[in-house]
């Protein structure tokens, strides 16, 4: 068990003692000692911990004497001091209440596990009348998951340790539960049998007995994980010991020495598959390592077919797929081989530690103009989106972001992007058509012309703008502006800044944006990129380029995410400053800019918490 298990597991017994009804209270100076005790448990000084339990024990009764002895003896079990672990316990019988017997029948239990003598252990287990208390029973499920492998009973001690897993909140307990049925497969005698089991996770541990042999060779260890995770597709294992395993494989190793990518290069997605496999291979080009990239077509082979592909022609990290379908079609297969998919999946799969999503994603724009707009004072807003899904998509992240920090979405109007008149959405959001309405019941009341100004609504701070194209937004920021809101921060996506027009945006003046740093600030790395692709590919310079950024980037995150806990975050990219969320995703954080006189015009950029990791750039 792991040290800090048992030091848990004492702090709750020493809890279960204080509590007991029926014991007297603390003599004097036995509280300051208790704390000592725990204190330097907790700081791992063990023997000294039970040395302070001991003196705790010669100075009471009754069930508090009996729970100083079973906590000092949780220790000497850690510290591999059976003989006394035992002779402690065997003291705390006669003064136990009925709860603590059972403790110290189950660490007796643990005491002859560790001597040797699985059977006894077995024995005494079975003598415990439920109710086990529930801070131990995770503990007395392992030891008689152990007891019982190591008498041969490996199908029934798995189905302990299945069971147990079930009683565990935290990642790590359960990580550290599989690896506990890991090892114990492992010490099995070869070829002894193992017994078979109708419950698929059982027998998908049974399954993995063999494959402990093929540990020491990565590339055979991962074959023979790949045949066994097309019979137990939904294993736990798969996404957790596996995934770990293999991890540690990598370790030694600073950059992966094959990646395949998967791209949709023969399908109608394929300029922007072009670019990003460019600006990838320009990273790549530009790093100094030794390494070998295969590229994989998805639409020919199939998302799930070029994982796959990828996994038996020995790739060690997979970059891709990049259609939202795709990524969840190859998601039943990640856990294995670390991944870094380029987009995020439609749904939210189950988080993996050697999966990774990484994605263009107009959602994270959203959430940044919310803050923007809340950073300068905004708390009211109103927002014209694409009558579709994707407009509408983008409007519930902008206002989930934006109330969430204290502003309110008074009202939304959705506009048809097949027409090239906006004018009737907009009036409705600003309340014209309302305004306009009143003008002629007034004039038609009265019988006279009415001379009449319009007046917009007057309690909103901000505009959100949700325009696929610049072309759209073109259209609504002038008539935004021809009805008396030109005076109200328009705000949008990057989707109205078109880098390839070459004239000024005049319309579009006024209107605050996020967009990738190689387009709107770019540093050296940026732009010595920005004009190789200029130079090497010119059709694509423009229209792909956050593409070719994308592509650049997901290099050098690849790089970072192969060592777990090697890289140091965020990393500075060239389509945003990049940072993982703790959920697989990477998350990017992008400079703001807004149109004057027809261009972008960088705003300043709040100061970053810590120095970011910049990309790095070789020579060719």
């Known amino acids: 068990m792991k040290l800090r298990q048992y030091i848990l597991l004492a702090i709750a017994a020493a809890a279960v ?31 000294a911990a039970a040395d302070l339990y001991r003196e705790l024990a010669d100075r009471t009764a009754l069930a508090r004497r009996a729970g100083y002895l079973i906590d000092g003896a949780v220790l000497l079990i850690e510290l591999a001091d059976t003989a006394a672990a035992r002779q402690w316990l065997l003291e705390a019988g006669p003064a136990a209440d009925p709860e603590q017997q059972k403790i110290v029948a189950g660490l007796l239990a643990r005491v002859d596990l560790d001597e040797g003598d699985p059977d006894a252990a077995l024995a005494l287990l079975a003598a415990i009348l439920p109710p086990v208390p529930d801070e131990w029973r995770p503990e007395f499920a392992a030891t008689r998951g152990q007891a019982l492998m ?20 935290a990642a790590e307990a359960i990580m550290a539960n599989q690896r506990l049925i890991w090892e114990e497969l492992g010490a099995a005698a070869p070829n002894a049998p193992l017994g078979q089991s109708d419950d698929p996770v059982v027998a998908g541990w049974l399954a993995l007995a063999p494959l402990a042999d093929a540990a020491d060779d990565p590339g055979e260890f991962r074959r023979a994980l790949l045949e066994w995770r097309s019979v137990y597709v939904d294993h736990p294992a798969a996404g957790g010991l596996l995934a770990e395993l293999l991890s540690e494989q990598r370790n030694a190793l600073q950059y992966p020495r094959q990646i395949a990518l998967l791209l949709p290069l023969s399908s109608p997605q394929r300029p922007a598959a072009v670019a990003i496999r460019d600006g990838f291979l320009a990273a790549h080009l530009g790093a100094p390592v030794d390494t070998a990239v295969h590229v994989y077509d998805t639409t020919a082979l199939g998302a799930a077919g070029a994982y ?12 891709g797929p990049l259609l939202r379908p795709n990524v969840e079609r190859v998601i039943g297969q990640a856990g294995f081989i670390p991944t870094l998919a380029l987009n995020f999946a439609e749904s939210e799969a189950p988080f ?22 809340i950073a300068a004072g905004a708390r009211t807003a109103v927002a014209i989106v694409r009558s579709d899904p994707w407009g509408y998509d983008l ?35 600003l309340n014209i058509s309302l305004s ?20 917009r609504r007057q309690d909103v701070d901000m505009i959100f703008i949700a325009a696929e194209t610049p072309q759209a937004a073109r259209l609504l920021a002038p008539q935004l502006r021809f009805h008396n809101a030109g005076d109200i921060p328009a705000y949008a996506t990057s989707a109205i800044h078109e880098p390839a027009n070459g004239s000024r945006d005049f319309d579009l003046n006024g209107i ?59 990393l500075l990219g060239i389509s945003g400053e990049l940072r993982p969320d703790g959920q697989g995703k990477i998350r990017r954080t992008l400079p703001f800019a807004q149109f004057r006189d027809g261009r972008p015009v960088p705003l300043p950029q709040p100061p970053t918490e810590a120095e970011p990791t910049r990309a790095f750039i070789g020579s060719r």
């Not at 000592?36 to 000084?45: D, F, P």
């Not at 190591?150 to 909140?169: K, N």
């Not at 796959?308 to 970059?319: K, M």
């Not at 109007?413 to 907009?426: L, M, N, T």
Request: with cysteine; net charge negative.
């Open 352 to 373: 993996l530690q050697s999966f990774h999503q990484f994605a263009l994603a107009p959602e994270d724009e959203a959430h940044a103009v919310a803050e923007q707009a």
């Open 150 to 169: 190591r008498v041969g009973r490996h199908a029934e001690g798995v189905g302990a340790f299945v069971a147990r897993e079930s009683l565990l909140d």
């Open 17 to 47: 003692a204080s509590c007991t009804t029926s014991t007297p209270p603390l003599p004097p100076g036995a509280a300051d000692l208790e704390l000592r005790a725990q204190s330097e448990a907790a700081a791992g000084k063990l023997r």
């Open 436 to 455: 306009n309405r009143r003008r002629s019941s007034l004039a038609e009341n009265l019988g006279l012309a009415v001379e009449f100004e319009p007046r």
């Open 512 to 570: 605050v944006f996020p967009d990738a740093p190689m387009l709107l600030a770019p540093d050296d790395t940026a732009t010595f990129l920005r004009r190789e692709l200029e130079t090497l590919w010119p059709q694509r310079a423009s229209r792909w380029v956050r593409y070719y950024g994308m592509g650049f980037d997901a290099y050098q995150l690849m790089t970072s995410l192969y060592v777990p806990g090697a890289p140091g975050w965020p």
């Open 395 to 429: 409007l519930d992240s902008f206002r989930s972001r934006f109330e969430a920090l204290g502003g309110r979405v008074l009202d939304f109007r959705g506009y048809d992007p097949a027409r090239q008149d906006f004018s009737e959405p907009v009036e409705s959001l």
């Open 308 to 319: 796959l592909s990828a996994q038996l022609d020995g790739a060690d990290f997979i970059v």
